[in-house]
């Protein structure tokens, strides 16, 4: 398997203007995560799915972010409009429902950059 | 809520043992977990505890002391490639999602 997949794997874009992240999770994978990574705040759990239903958004930071997951193997994180303070890493990671340790498996990250 | 504590910087000599701990404040505890991250890097899993007592896999061993809130992962025969940031999580709550503590930096050396 490919692994959890994302892109871009770098975005740079300007104050205000809109920005997508793409997520594919592993195959056969139940659970979808969105995180995001700085060194102030350092991992955070913004939203999470369960077969494709969004279960708990409560780390959305606000309005400004959303996102989807229209089916099994895609998920989007939307930023609009984009601040600087956005500037971040945004992580994917998916597990499967079954086994004991719960382990997530971490794409490579989106480092996204809001000038 | 959850919050972790762990130390932020821990350094050792190649060869040696560490051992970062970690302490957790939550309610409906389920497992706490750790997981390693090199510089630029994702987040990789390393161990997991559900029960009191240790898990070993190769070098790395990870206790869990669930009476005092309590684990740690430990380090064997440190090598250079073991500098990274150290995260302790746990699953608590709807036991679906992890919270990540702020990390242990550990810098092997010569």
């Known amino acids: 398997d490919a692994g959890v997949i994302q892109s871009p794997r770098h975005e740079v874009t300007e104050m205000g203007q809109e920005v997508t992240l793409r997520c594919k999770p592993i195959s056969g994978h139940d659970y979808l995560f969105w995180y995001r990574q700085t060194m102030m705040r350092g991992l955070e759990l913004l939203i999470y799915f369960n077969n494709n239903v969004p279960i708990d958004d409560s780390g959305m930071p606000e309005d400004r972010f959303s996102a989807k997951m229209p089916n099994a193997s895609f998920s989007t994180l939307k930023i609009q409009p984009s601040e600087p303070r956005d500037s971040a890493v945004y992580f994917c990671?998916?597990?499967?429902?079954?086994?004991?340790?719960?382990?997530?498996?971490f794409g490579p990250g989106t480092r996204l950059t809001v000038t | 809520g959850q919050s972790l504590e762990q130390p932020s910087e821990v350094t050792a000599v190649e060869g040696a043992i560490v051992q970062i701990n970690c302490t957790y404040q939550t309610s409906g505890f389920y497992g706490l977990s750790w997981y390693q991250q090199h510089d630029g890097g994702a987040p990789t899993f390393l161990s997991y505890?559900?029960?009191?007592g240790l898990e070993e896999t190769g070098r790395f061993s990870s206790f869990l002391s669930r009476s005092d809130s309590y684990g740690y992962l430990l380090l064997q025969e440190l090598q250079m490639k073991d500098s990274a940031s150290y995260f302790c999580?746990?699953?608590?709550?709807?036991?679906?999602?992890?919270?990540f503590g702020t990390g242990t930096r550990l810098q092997v050396t010569l």
């Open positions: 505890n559900a029960l009191d």
């Open positions: 990671a998916s597990r499967t429902g079954r086994g004991r340790t719960n382990e997530q498996y």
């Open positions: 999580a746990v699953r608590a709550g709807t036991a679906s999602k992890l919270t």
